[in-house]
């Protein structure tokens, strides 16, 4: 199984970058997928997932600017982003195979893409 995110690149600050997953050796259909970032000295953390009953679930920080969303038929997994600021700054990660657990711990996934670097100016 293999998981190739795209799409990452330099933003200004209030700009939008829509990142993609391809999703490849598997087909994941509606199972759960999500994004993770990992920003720089921090650890990864939780930023998006279209869960298995078709809801949505967002840190608090993603809440209201980034839009994550799924093409089951082409395996892929997106993630919208609008009203980017520096802090945005970061490898975004998708990931999939949850094998159960919280939905927003980096432990709950089997499989990871390798990252896309997302850079945001001010």
């Known amino acids: 199984v293999q998981l190739q995110a795209s799409g990452g690149g330099l933003v200004q600050a209030g700009g939008s970058l829509k990142l993609s997953c391809a999703a490849s050796?598997?087909?994941?259909?509606?199972?759960?997928m999500a994004w993770f970032r990992q920003r720089p000295g921090k650890e990864r953390e939780f930023v998006a997932a279209?869960?298995?009953?078709?809801?949505?679930e967002y840190s608090d920080d993603a809440k209201g600017r980034f839009f994550v969303s799924r093409d089951t038929a082409k395996n892929l997994l997106y993630l919208e982003m609008n009203s980017l600021r520096p802090e945005d700054t970061a490898v975004y990660y998708c990931a999939a195979g949850r094998r159960g657990g919280n939905i927003h711990a980096s432990a709950a996934y089997v499989f990871w893409g390798q990252g896309t670097l997302v850079t945001v100016s001010s």
């Open positions: 279209k869960k298995d009953d078709s809801t949505r």
């Open positions: 050796g598997r087909t994941f259909r509606d199972a759960t």
